[in-house]
């Protein structure tokens, strides 16, 4: 008994999507795919249409620069200026 078979897309399928109205939104990421390119090139030639804030929620990459922000912000309200 032969199995079925397999169909191939020649068609990037989140093009497809986007064609018929839909928006596709990525909920994880690496600070790598920013920095390489990935990112950008998914949105641009991918179909992708952004990025959800889980993105940031869900991952320690973003920990450090986060606590830097935090940290000017306090500072700056210690002192009275805006960060």
């Not at 939104?25 to 641009?44: E, H, M, P, Q, V």
Request: hydrophobic fraction near 40%; proline fraction near 4%; charged fraction near 25%.
């Amino acid at each position: 008994m032969k199995g079925k078979p397999r169909t191939t897309f020649s068609v990037n399928p989140l093009l497809l999507l986007r064609d018929l109205g839909q928006a596709v939104w990525l909920d994880f990421l690496s600070r790598c795919s920013i920095s390489d390119g990935a990112l950008k090139t998914l949105i641009n030639d991918g179909g992708l249409s952004g990025v959800t804030e889980k993105v940031i929620a869900g991952s320690a990459d973003y920990d450090a620069p986060l606590k830097v922000i935090e940290s000017r912000r306090e500072r700056a309200a210690e002192s009275g200026s805006e960060a």
